[in-house]
């Protein structure tokens, strides 16, 4: 007798089959699902850092590089050139106003001055055998002079007396005029010797003037030698010490060439170089603070040096208020220079995660904090510490502010702990 034999619903064939189709099935949505739908990655809450957004006092700040310097110094350069005859001073030395440093020679410079002192005694001398001449000449004139006063007095004399005479029929006509003529001509001899005379007085002094002033400039001529020859014994200005000596005995030195300097020893100011991007920004007036042995000092900028040098510039700062003690020439300082006033703003810590979002984007952490989202944020100004938002985050969010950098494009984090 033969039995019905059923036929299996579930066999192996058809569950395989299935499987299969489900699991493709399964596959297809789960790429739909991803090109679709938010990215998603897993990241330890250990391995990343959560910031607060907060609000509060801002100021804007730059971190740059000071280097103490005496608060005056004054550059010694050769005047004149020459060899370095003799030092009476080594670098460091500390100096009074006048103390020699170190002798130069300069023998061109000394046979000039050695010339000039001749050319002057020689002109002095000029001077006094001239004014002896002009004295002698002067005298001759004043005897002439006399001899024709005295000549003409006789003549009115005697031509008075014959006019009397004529007129009283004593004498004729002929002697009459013979004292006429010769009264005529002692007239004509005095006045036209009184002219000699007085040109003769005008020229002596024109002469004479001539003759100081050409002198007179001998004598500045020979006394600018001296000084120059003077300068080739270097000496110090001021009172200070003596810094970056560069002269050896045997050395020649050009004229203009830095020797060294003196540094005043009444305080300190701080040379900063700064960034010329930030140029436009900076002007005397700006304060700045560094710490210096656990304690809080305070600067200001005094002087502001506009030429850039390889991208940078730099300003000097004065200490405001107490100077440290213990600081020393060269030693560098850490300035946190401050660009703007205290105001108040809300504020992100700065992080990895900028170079990544160039500050549009960060990821914000959800109010259960299991997971963080991107969103678009736009920051403002900067100090070492912090960023300004200026759009996109409200104080209390919280964010993560370490590096992106292995989070492709990722739209989600899960955060797990």
Known sequence: MDRKIEKKTWNTKRILTIAGITGIILLIGGVIYATSGKSKLDVD???????????????????VNG??????????????????????????????????????????????????????????????????????????KLNTMADVDNAYVEAKRVYDLDKKLYDQKAIGLQEYQQAVNTYKYQVSRKRLAAQILTQDTALVKQQDSQSKEQYAQMRSALELMRKKVALLTLRA???????????????????????????VQSGFKVRVDIDEHYLSRIYPGLKGDFQFADKTYNLIIKKVFTIITAGRFQVDMQ???????????????????ALSDETT????????????????????????????YKVNIQLGRSSPDYYVVTDGLNPGDKVITSSYET???????????
């Open 45 to 63: 809450t250990e391995r990343i850092t959560i910031s607060t957004i907060t609000k509060g006092p801002f100021q804007e700040n730059i971190p």
């Open 67 to 140: 280097t103490v310097m005496p608060l005056t110094t004054i550059f010694l350069d050769a005047s004149e050139g020459g060899v370095v005859e003799e030092k009476f001073v080594e670098d460091g030395a500390t100096l009074k106003k006048g103390d020699p440093i170190l002798r130069l020679s300069n023998t061109d410079l000394e046979l000039t001055l050695a010339n000039q002192e001749t050319a002057v005694y020689g002109q002095q001398t000029q001077m006094q055998i001239s004014h002896n001449n002009a004295t002698q000449s002067t005298i001759g």
């Open 237 to 263: 200005p001021i009172d200070g010490q003596l810094t970056n000596l560069d002269a050896e005995v045997g050395q020649n030195k050009n004229k203009g060439e830095h020797l060294g300097q003196i540094d």
């Open 319 to 337: 200490f405001v208020g107490t100077v440290p003690k213990g600081i020393r020439k060269g030693q560098t300082l850490q300035v946190r220079l």
């Open 345 to 372: 703003a809300v504020l992100v810590p700065k992080g990895g995660f900028f170079q990544q979002t160039g500050g549009n984007w960060i990821f914000k952490v959800s109010e259960d904090g299991k997971k963080a």
């Open 407 to 417: 989070y492709g494009d990722i739209q989600e984090l899960v955060l797990k702990k």
